[in-house]
C-alpha cells in the first residue's frame, strides 16, 4: 500500500471522530433551542468566545467518553509496539496488518514504534478522567471549609487561613513534584491524604441535606442515611488496597467497586491538595462580601441555622465566579499533568497521557515532529477552550 496523503489523513482523521461530531451536533442544536431556560449555561450561546471555548472542551470530552468507555476513534492499541513502525511518517501503512487491524498509522509511530494517533486519543481518556474530578473534589474541600471560615471568622477562620497559606507559600510545581515522588509515595503519606481528603464530599453532601430538610425529619433521614451507605461504599472502595497488605487491606474484596492503579491515585490526590487552598481563599473571599447582604440577615432573622444560610442562600449566590474559576482550574490540573507526565513522574511510562507522549517524542523532536506535536497541540486546544469557555461565562455572569 502506498503512504495517505495529507488530504487523506485529514479525512480519516476526521471520520473517525465521527461519533464525537454527532454528539457534538445533538449538544449544540439541542441547547441553542432550549438555551433561554438553560440558565447562565444556555447564555454561553451568545457568546462567540465562550461557544468557541465549549466545542473546544466538549470535542474532548466526548473523545475521553468514546476512547474510555467504548473503545471507539483510536485506530490501534495505544501500548502496542509494532516491528518496522518506529518513527514513521503520518500515513504510514501498518506493517503485518491483518484482517481487522486498521492499515494505516494516521499520524505516524513514535520512537518506540506505537500509534501516535490512538496515544493522543487515549491520552484524553486519561487527561479529563482526573483533571476534572480532581478539581471537583477540591472544590468540595475548599467550599466545606472556606464556607465556616468566612461566615464565622474568629480563631476558625485564623486557623484554617494559617493551613492555607503555610500551603500555598510553597512553589505549586515543586510540592506537585514532592507529592509524587516515588520516596513520598513509599512512605504512605498519599494514601492517609486519600483518606482525608475523600471524606469531604460525602460530609458536603449530608451537611448540604441535614440543612435543608431539618425540620422534615421524614424526609432528611432516609436521604441523609442512603448517602451515607452509598458514599462510604465508593470512599472505602476508592481508597482500599485490598491484598496488598497496608492499612486499609480491612476492606472486603468482594465489596471493592473497583480499584483505581496507585499512580493515577497519588496524581489524582496531588491535584486535590494543591487546588483546595486556592480554592479555600476564593470562597473564604466571597462568604466575607457576601455575608453581609440583605437576603443573609434576612434569613438570619427568619431563625435559619448557619450551615443553612452559608450552604443555601450565599452558596448559590457566588456560583458564577465558582463556575469560571471551576474551569479555569480544570485548565491548570491539565497543565499540571501534562507537566508531571513530561517529567516521568505519577502515571508509568508507557502510559500514553499528553505530558508523557511528548516527552517520549522530544527526544527526536529536531528530526520527528509529529509524535510530539500531536499530544502538544491536544493539550494546548483543551486549554486553550477551558481558558475561552471561563471567558464566555465571565462575560455572560456579569449581565445578572
Not at 464525537?20 to 444556555?42: H, N, P
Not at 441523609?224 to 472505602?236: A, K
Given at each position: 500500500?502506498?503512504?495517505?496523503?495529507?488530504i487523506e489523513i485529514?479525512?480519516?482523521?476526521?471520520?473517525?471522530?465521527?461519533?464525537?461530531?454527532?454528539?457534538?451536533a445533538?449538544?449544540?442544536?439541542?441547547?441553542?433551542?432550549?438555551?433561554?431556560?438553560?440558565?447562565?449555561?444556555?447564555?454561553?450561546?451568545?457568546s462567540?468566545i465562550?461557544?468557541?471555548?465549549f466545542?473546544?472542551?466538549?470535542?474532548?470530552?466526548?473523545?475521553?467518553?468514546?476512547?474510555?468507555?467504548?473503545?471507539?476513534?483510536?485506530t490501534h492499541?495505544?501500548?502496542?509496539?509494532?516491528?518496522?513502525?518506529k518513527n514513521?511518517?503520518?500515513?504510514?501503512?501498518?506493517?503485518?496488518?491483518?484482517?481487522?487491524?486498521?492499515?494505516?498509522?494516521?499520524?505516524?509511530?513514535?520512537t518506540?514504534?506505537?500509534?501516535?494517533?490512538?496515544r493522543?486519543?487515549k491520552?484524553?481518556?486519561?487527561v479529563?478522567?482526573?483533571a476534572?474530578l480532581?478539581?471537583?473534589?477540591?472544590y468540595?474541600?475548599?467550599?466545606?471549609?472556606?464556607?465556616?471560615?468566612?461566615?464565622?471568622?474568629?480563631?476558625?477562620?485564623?486557623?484554617l487561613?494559617?493551613?492555607?497559606?503555610?500551603?500555598?507559600?510553597?512553589?505549586?510545581?515543586?510540592?506537585f513534584?514532592?507529592?509524587?515522588?516515588p520516596?513520598?509515595?513509599?512512605?504512605?503519606?498519599?494514601?492517609?491524604?486519600?483518606?482525608?481528603?475523600f471524606?469531604?464530599?460525602i460530609?458536603?453532601?449530608v451537611?448540604?441535606?441535614?440543612?435543608?430538610?431539618?425540620?422534615?425529619p421524614?424526609?432528611?433521614?432516609?436521604?441523609?442515611?442512603?448517602?451515607?451507605?452509598?458514599?462510604?461504599?465508593l470512599?472505602f472502595?476508592t481508597?482500599s488496597?485490598?491484598g496488598?497488605?497496608?492499612?486499609v487491606?480491612?476492606?472486603?474484596?468482594?465489596?471493592?467497586?473497583?480499584?483505581?492503579p496507585g499512580?493515577?491515585?497519588?496524581?489524582?490526590?496531588?491535584v486535590?491538595?494543591?487546588?483546595?487552598?486556592?480554592?479555600f481563599r476564593?470562597?473564604r473571599?466571597l462568604t466575607?462580601?457576601v455575608?453581609?447582604?440583605d437576603?443573609?440577615?434576612?434569613?438570619?432573622?427568619r431563625?435559619?441555622?448557619?450551615w443553612?444560610?452559608?450552604l443555601?442562600?450565599?452558596?448559590?449566590?457566588?456560583r458564577g465566579?465558582?463556575i469560571?474559576?471551576?474551569c479555569?482550574?480544570?485548565?491548570?490540573?491539565t497543565?499540571?499533568?501534562?507537566?508531571l507526565?513530561?517529567f516521568?513522574l505519577?502515571?508509568?511510562?508507557?502510559?500514553?497521557?499528553?505530558?508523557s507522549?511528548?516527552n517520549?517524542g522530544?527526544?527526536?523532536?529536531?528530526?520527528?515532529?509529529?509524535?510530539?506535536?500531536?499530544?502538544?497541540?491536544?493539550?494546548?486546544?483543551?486549554v486553550?477552550?477551558?481558558?475561552?469557555?471561563?471567558?464566555?461565562?465571565?462575560?455572560e455572569s456579569?449581565?445578572?
Amino acid at each position: 500500500m502506498e503512504p495517505l496523503s495529507w488530504i487523506e489523513i485529514i479525512v480519516r482523521v476526521l471520520y473517525q471522530f465521527l461519533p464525537v461530531w454527532l454528539s457534538m451536533a445533538v449538544v449544540f442544536i439541542g441547547s441553542m433551542a432550549f438555551k433561554k431556560r438553560l440558565g447562565l449555561y444556555g447564555r454561553i450561546f451568545d457568546s462567540p468566545i465562550g461557544m468557541f471555548g465549549f466545542a473546544l472542551v466538549i470535542f474532548w470530552a466526548f473523545t475521553a467518553f468514546y476512547a474510555g468507555f467504548f473503545d471507539l476513534i483510536a485506530t490501534h492499541d495505544a501500548l502496542s509496539q509494532v516491528s518496522g513502525m518506529k518513527n514513521k511518517s503520518p500515513g504510514t501503512p501498518y506493517a503485518g496488518a491483518e484482517a481487522g487491524d486498521y492499515p494505516y498509522y494516521l499520524l505516524g509511530g513514535d520512537t518506540l514504534a506505537r500509534d501516535v494517533f490512538s496515544r493522543m486519543v487515549k491520552g484524553s481518556a486519561i487527561v479529563l478522567s482526573i483533571a476534572p474530578l480532581a478539581t471537583l473534589f477540591g472544590y468540595c474541600v475548599g467550599i466545606t471549609l472556606g464556607l465556616p471560615a468566612g461566615y464565622y471568622g474568629g480563631r476558625v477562620d485564623t486557623f484554617l487561613s494559617f493551613l492555607a497559606n503555610l500551603i500555598l507559600a510553597f512553589p505549586v510545581i515543586l510540592l506537585f513534584y514532592l507529592l509524587v515522588t516515588p520516596e513520598i509515595i513509599a512512605t504512605g503519606i498519599p494514601m492517609y491524604m486519600a483518606a482525608v481528603f475523600f471524606i469531604f464530599p460525602i460530609v458536603f453532601l449530608v451537611v448540604l441535606l441535614n440543612s435543608r430538610y431539618h425540620v422534615l425529619p421524614k424526609v432528611r433521614t432516609p436521604l441523609i442515611s442512603i448517602t451515607l451507605i452509598l458514599g462510604l461504599w465508593l470512599y472505602f472502595s476508592t481508597i482500599s488496597e485490598s491484598g496488598r497488605g497496608t492499612w486499609v487491606d480491612f476492606w472486603p474484596g468482594a465489596l471493592d467497586l473497583f480499584n483505581i492503579p496507585g499512580g493515577v491515585l497519588v496524581v489524582f490526590i496531588a491535584v486535590v491538595f494543591v487546588n483546595s487552598p486556592t480554592i479555600f481563599r476564593i470562597m473564604r473571599g466571597l462568604t466575607l462580601d457576601v455575608k453581609t447582604r440583605d437576603y443573609v440577615a434576612a434569613a438570619q432573622t427568619r431563625g435559619e441555622t448557619a450551615w443553612y444560610i452559608m450552604l443555601w442562600e450565599i452558596l448559590p449566590n457566588v456560583r458564577g465566579p465558582l463556575i469560571v474559576d471551576f474551569c479555569l482550574r480544570i485548565g491548570y490540573a491539565t497543565i499540571l499533568l501534562g507537566t508531571l507526565g513530561f517529567f516521568g513522574l505519577g502515571l508509568p511510562p508507557e502510559s500514553p497521557d499528553w505530558g508523557s507522549t511528548i516527552n517520549t517524542g522530544r527526544k527526536l523532536l529536531s528530526v520527528y515532529l509529529h509524535p510530539a506535536l500531536a499530544p502538544a497541540f491536544s493539550l494546548l486546544s483543551l486549554v486553550l477552550g477551558l481558558n475561552l469557555l471561563a471567558d464566555g461565562l465571565r462575560e455572560e455572569s456579569l449581565k445578572d
